[in-house]
């Protein structure tokens, strides 16, 4: 794009910018809507935002489900549609009503729920802006973008009596749900350590020359949303924004908000970390993408710790899972697959013990919960969803506040710890496995920075404590006070 062109472009996202928040009534702080009670035997009414991949999961979920139908689509992008009203015509389904503007969705009085899995920038205002329209919500992970949108958004939920439910599915899994009551049962001892590991390789984004025209299909305006007026600035326009930060929270936040799920689930603790240390970068190439692709975040609990391990890079696994789980007891641990639906726990000579397996469904669970008015039938109630969503906003923040330091230079920053260590030394070496040669390469040392669970807040640190919300685009806030 020259010059002439790109001012072209930027002035007419403006004027798109201001068209959109004119036209639209933005939503208010305040219950608009008193729900509707929806009776035993009626069907749920659900509208799915956002669908071109996660959200055409969510179609064939509801679709499976009796006493759900789909009554709304709503997507900025006009060319995913077809696809999905296709998906309901095949199911001999009623056609839904479709939409562009979520604000324009949520005015519908004959809508109970909406499942959302648009970009992560939009999940907390599109489910708070849902709650205030009165109705329940389904929302993707992470459920925020940032620490504090996510707080804001449990508050809606119960200052609003709403049923939400985070979308970290393996919490609807028996061989999970088995699993973790076998730990917090004291079978595996005391829990000491819980590691998430999230080795998925992921390829260069590419790496553009100058911004780019989102697709003609495509409300910019509204896909911003919540984020900064800016060009698009990637190849590929849907699902790379994960790497960037106004959108995404990396990889982190992508795969890895599963097993961080699971590890602070396998820890058993009801609050956040008295402090964090991430570290990484982004390795092997050089392209559009943000976010590190490769990144070890420390998580202190006092009396157990929790380790995170991305890798975006080819690599072997470890203990043979790649994408997993392995919670520590003093007497055993407990091993977690990819797909959620199988454990097993072994002793400390690595003698199995139990097997636990098994599958389940999310969406239903939900749909349950809507039916019963019960946030405690929820498996992956909203207040979990936010707190394993923080735990991956906390490690991005450390690492986005950290120097470069050379390889070469053992780092004292993990004192005593031996976990961390070790798991620094095998982080090492499957750089060296990758071809990166560790002498001419530096990392990101991210700030240990202590945190304050209860407030939230990061302790003496205003650098980081800025980082826990954005600024929000006009006409696109997260309520302050809900
Ligand atoms: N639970 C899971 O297993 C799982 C799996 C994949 C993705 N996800 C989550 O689902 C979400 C979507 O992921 P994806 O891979 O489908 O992303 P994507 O970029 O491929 O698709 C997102 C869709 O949302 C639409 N959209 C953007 N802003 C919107 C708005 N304001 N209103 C309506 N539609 C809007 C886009 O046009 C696009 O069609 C992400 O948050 C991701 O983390 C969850």
Redesign the pocket.
């Known amino acids: 794009m020259d010059s002439i062109s790109r001012r072209r472009f930027l002035e007419q996202s403006l004027l798109t910018a201001m068209a959109g928040v004119a036209s639209v009534e933005v939503a208010r702080t305040e219950p608009l809507v008193a729900r509707r009670r929806v009776a035993a035997n009626d069907k749920v009414r659900i509208a799915i935002?956002?669908?071109?991949?996660?959200?055409?999961?969510h179609i064939k979920g509801y679709l499976g489900l009796a006493d759900v139908e789909i009554v709304a689509l709503?997507?900025?992008?006009s060319a995913?549609v077809p696809f999905a009203l296709d998906m309901i015509d095949k199911k001999g389904m009623p056609k839904p009503k479709v939409?562009?503007?979520?604000r324009e969705?949520l005015a519908m009085k004959e809508l109970d729920a909406v499942s959302?899995?648009?970009?992560?920038h939009?999940?907390s205002l599109?489910a708070i802006w849902a709650m205030q329209h009165g109705k329940d919500v389904y929302v993707?992970?992470?459920i925020s973008h940032n620490v504090s949108e996510g707080r804001r958004t449990v508050e809606t939920a119960r200052k609003l009596n709403r049923i939400c439910q985070a979308?970290?599915?393996s919490r609807s899994h028996k061989a999970c749900r088995d699993a973790m009551e076998y730990v917090h049962s004291g079978k595996i001892g005391k829990v000491t350590l819980s590691r998430g590991l999230c080795y998925k390789p992921r390829n260069s984004i590419g790496k553009v020359t100058g911004p780019q025209m989102p697709p003609s299909s495509?409300n910019y305006d509204?896909?911003l949303?919540p984020a900064p007026q800016k060009p698009v600035e990637r190849r590929q326009?849907?699902?790379?924004?994960?790497w960037q930060w106004d959108y995404?929270n990396g990889d982190l936040?992508?795969q890895g908000?599963?097993q961080m799920d699971i590890a602070r689930w396998g820890l058993g603790k009801e609050g956040l970390p008295n402090s964090v240390l991430s570290l990484g970068g982004r390795f092997g190439y050089v392209d559009d993408g943000q976010t590190p692709n490769t990144e070890l975040s420390f998580f202190d609990y006092g009396d157990s710790h929790l380790i995170f391990e991305v890798r975006g890079l080819k690599t072997d696994g470890l203990e043979g899972i790649k994408i997993g789980n392995i919670v520590y007891g003093t007497e055993g641990y407990v091993a977690f697959s990819a797909d959620y639906g199988k454990a097993s726990a072994f002793d400390n000579s690595h003698v199995k013990m139990m097997d636990f397996s098994g599958g389940g469904d999310?969406f239903a669970n939900f749909i349950g919960a809507v039916h019963s008015r019960k946030a405690s039938d929820l498996h992956g109630e909203i207040l979990e969803g936010h707190l394993s969503s923080a735990l991956c906003h906390l490690g991005n923040i450390s690492y986005r506040l950290g120097t470069p330091q050379p390889f070469n230079e053992k780092t004292k920053a993990f004192g005593d710890d031996k976990d961390a260590y070790e798991t620094l030394g095998r982080f090492e070496q499957h750089l060296t496995d990758n071809g990166i040669k560790l002498a001419e390469t530096k990392y990101m040392l991210g700030t240990r920075l202590k945190f304050d669970s209860r407030s939230e807040r990061f302790r003496g640190n205003s650098q980081a404590n800025a980082l826990l919300t954005r600024e929000y685009r006009k006409g696109f806030e997260v309520p302050e006070k809900v």
Not at 74 to 77: K, Q, R
Request: some cysteine.
């Open positions: 935002i956002g669908m071109h991949g996660r959200g055409l999961d709503c997507d900025v992008d995913v939409f562009q503007d979520i969705l959302i899995a648009t970009p992560n939009w999940h599109a993707e992970k992470p979308g970290t599915q495509v509204l896909w949303g326009f849907h699902y790379d924004w994960h995404g936040g992508n908000i599963h999310h």
